[in-house]
């Protein structure tokens, strides 16, 4: 018989309380309290604190309260949940935009730490061996032609060079090899401060995959399936664990070491190139970062491991004052072998004119098997701080790995094809690329109409000294620092990439919140004209978009 009277009395008294907080609200209370914005809220506290008295003295058969004005709600561990009171004022609080922090109870105010890593968190799968680890064993037939087992010391960036005849500063240089960026990223992953064991906390997932390294095994001389073996097992342990289904694996994402097209095989006839890895229906959810990407939507080209990998910024700030100071002897140099069964290759041209002008061209010729000058880092840096441009001509593949050491070096690149960087590394160079590089059609070299040298004379020294700024100021941006330290206020390539695909993740998770179809742009063919998008002059790119030659 008691109950009815309770439940009167308490509405009675919410009513009443109610009307104190609108009438309170419409004065000034500013002179209540030295903080003008907590004197309402201590007033509260008043009202709160007798309540608590008399909620003390409530019987055990009256009405929960709570659960009339939030039935859904789920207990706080820093809210005293005995108190009935709690979710009215909370309740009023949010009405009358009141400063009154929700992270904490109402009558202590307590702060929550903040939370550092919040929206940053990743998890890293957890592999059987096979797919990495088992990958390494034997390291001596990782390449043909190369034994790679020296390369996989400390900590993947190979031995460390010992005597550079002061061409470089005196420790954190490696013998990186350029294949190794897996086993780089993962290390570096290791470390990472934002690390989570509960993938449902995570805000995107790590597959540490080796697909390069394996891809290396049997690029020459192997069937389809041995190639396409263990790419297509480990899509297939992808998506049978937990995580996949929450996102179908667009919150995953891994690294390869090698360019995009030798996981994007056309065909299954043997005699075609590389695995189908990237073409596998699964793959086409996963965010792929290679050291040159395709034209594919769902990848993202990373700066290949450069030679330096310092330990601390200043190790990072000294070098760049070195570079900025040095005296460049040459105009511009080359540092590469010719490509005579190349057809479209403009490296002979650009070796001719180079061997042209001896006095002004600094010429790295590099061997195309066994022991080579262009695999000693102190003479592939020494070519390049000694010239104020470096050429960077399409390769094998549009990109390559000359293109970090000259900027290492403060050396301003010259490219003469887009996908060459300007389409490939967007994360990590500005959009505006003729701030740090110049650009020569590739055509016009090919054909012989154009004097390179001519046109690097034509740029005048405030430009050149502007261009070397800006190429020095890129440096932290395309390193890999070493994991046994840490940068302190430097971004690394490694902490750019995480940023970027972290955004990246957030978006499409944002997309499925908004009830879209995540799948509307993250994997499409023909992206170029996308990937170049910023850079004022898409237009101008149009002619090798339609070609898309490889050179």
């Known amino acids: 018989m008691e109950r009815p009277a309770i439940i009167r009395n308490w509405f009675v008294f919410l009513v009443a309380f109610s009307f104190f907080v609108v009438f309170f609200k419409a004065f000034d209370y500013s002179v209540l309290s030295a903080d003008g914005t907590n004197s309402a809220t201590s007033l509260i506290s008043v009202f709160v604190n007798s309540f608590n008295n008399l909620h003390a003295h409530k019987p055990n058969h009256s009405l929960d309260v709570p659960q009339m004005f939030n039935q859904n709600a789920s207990p706080d561990p820093l809210v005293d949940t005995d108190n009935p009171f709690i979710d009215v004022i909370e309740s009023l609080d949010h009405a009358n935009n009141l400063a009154v922090n929700k992270n904490t109870t109402l009558a202590a105010r307590t702060k929550r730490p903040a939370d550092s890593c919040e929206g940053r968190y990743i998890y890293v799968h957890h592999l059987p061996r096979r797919f990495n680890d088992d990958v390494l064993k034997n390291c001596s037939v990782l390449v043909k032609w190369l034994d790679m087992c020296p390369s996989l010391t400390n900590s993947g960036f190979g031995p460390q060079v010992e005597n550079s005849e002061g061409v470089l500063s ?96 056309q065909t299954d006839h043997d005699s075609d190139w590389g695995s189908k890895l990237m073409t596998l229906p699964e793959s086409m959810n996963l965010t792929a970062l290679s050291i040159e990407t395709t034209s594919w939507s769902n990848e993202f080209a990373i700066p290949y491991p450069t030679y330096f990998h310092p330990s601390s910024d200043d ?63 102190a003479e592939v840096i020494k070519v390049f701080q000694d010239s104020v441009f470096c050429l960077q001509p399409p390769g094998d593949s549009y990109t390559r790995r000359s293109i970090f050491d000259s900027i290492l070096a403060g050396c301003i690149p010259v490219f003469f ?34 004097s390179i040298k001519q046109v690097l004379h034509q740029i005048s020294e405030n430009e050149m000294l502007a261009m070397r700024e800006e190429v020095i100021k890129l440096i932290p941006r395309v390193i890999y620092a070493d994991p046994r330290s840490k940068l302190q206020t430097l971004e690394d390539a490694f902490d750019i990439t995480l940023k970027r695909v972290l955004h990246r993740i957030g978006k499409v998770r944002n997309n499925i919140n908004k009830g879209r179809d995540p799948s509307n742009g993250f994997a499409e063919e023909n992206s170029w004209k996308k990937k170049l998008s910023g850079t004022g002059v898409e237009e101008e790119w149009d002619h090798f978009i339609d070609t898309s030659m490889r050179y």
């Open 315 to 377: 190790e990072v700030f000294q070098w760049q004052n070195r570079m900025q100071s040095h005296n460049r002897r040459y105009l511009f140099a080359f540092a590469g072998a010719p490509r005579p069964s190349a057809n479209d290759s403009i490296r002979k041209e650009i070796i001719h004119q180079c061997l042209a002008s001896r006095r002004t061209c600094n010429f790295l010729r590099c061997n195309s098997g066994g022991e080579s000058r262009c695999d000693n880092p």
């Open 417 to 450: 094809h887009p996908f060459s960087a300007y389409a490939q590394y967007t994360w990590h160079l500005q959009r505006d690329y003729w701030r740090y590089s110049v650009f020569i059609p590739i055509d016009l070299v090919k054909d012989g109409f154009v």
């Open 170 to 265: 005196e420790k954190s240089w490696f013998t990186t090899n350029q294949f190794l960026l897996e086993v780089i990223f993962h290390e570096r992953m290791k470390k990472y401060k934002c690390l989570t064991n509960n993938s449902s906390f995570a805000n995107a997932i790590y597959v540490p995959f080796y697909a390069g390294l394996d891809a290396g095994r049997y690029l020459w001389g192997y069937n389809i399936s041995m190639r396409d073996s263990l790419g297509s097992d480990l899509v297939k342990w992808l998506a049978q664990q937990p995580e996949w289904k929450r996102m179908w694996g667009r919150d995953h994402f891994f690294v390869l070491g090698r360019i995009g097209w030798d996981f994007r095989r």
